[in-house]
């Protein structure tokens, strides 16, 4: 009897700490499942940051253009680059799009920042300066944003490919980062004070 008595024990024991690591494995995985649609969401809401400077960037490019426009009348190539490069990255339906059609914003926004060493009456004009401060300044806040961008893929990028996340990590799709698109991009900045 006392043999049976503890056999049944022993099986309730083994029964009871089965039923607690089961319990313990699904808490596991909803914690870790949690964490990926945390890390999601705040993946999302950088983006979400990232596209409202964009969004200041595009409302001041047309601006920009028509002041450039009053002193360089013969440069409408390299002004009509510019809108369309704007236009073609607010148009642009995925975060992937955007970050390629933004780096054609930018490239396009420097030969125009270029062109401008050309008119010194435009360098002086008021107006033109105050558009030139207000784009630096997205400009900084748009750096910013990137990079905290980034650092929330680089987490779920991470915890997507780590184990055990990995196990529950399928419907979760890596994150492409805010990179340099080209070469050009890449190169150290050339000043000149002639």
């Known amino acids: 009897m006392l043999l049976c008595a503890l056999s049944n024990l022993a099986i309730g024991l083994i029964v009871g700490a089965a039923a607690l690591l089961l319990i313990i494995i699904i808490c596991a995985f909803i914690s870790m499942r949690n964490t990926l649609v945390r890390l999601d969401a ?15 960037r595009y409302d001041l490019i047309p601006n920009i253009v028509e002041t450039v ?16 490069a704007r236009n073609a990255a607010v148009a642009a339906p995925s975060p992937n799009d955007k970050v390629a059609a933004d780096n054609e914003v930018t490239g396009t926004l420097r030969q125009l920042f270029a062109l401008t060493e050309s008119y010194p009456d435009l360098k002086a004009n008021a107006q033109f300066l105050s558009l030139q401060t207000q784009l630096q300044s997205v400009e900084t ?39 340099l698109d080209s070469d050009e991009e890449r190169k150290n900045v050339k000043v000149s004070f002639n």
């Open 42 to 56: 705040a993946c999302d809401e950088a983006w979400s940051t990232i596209d409202i400077h964009l969004k200041k």
């Open 141 to 179: 806040d748009l750096a910013q944003a990137r990079k905290f961008y980034n650092g929330k893929c680089r987490e779920l990028n991470t915890r997507r490919r780590t184990f055990p996340s990995s196990l529950v990590a399928g419907k979760f799709q890596a994150r492409r980062y805010f990179e």
């Open 69 to 84: 426009k009053g002193y360089a009348k013969y440069e409408g190539d390299t002004l009509e680059r510019v809108i369309a």
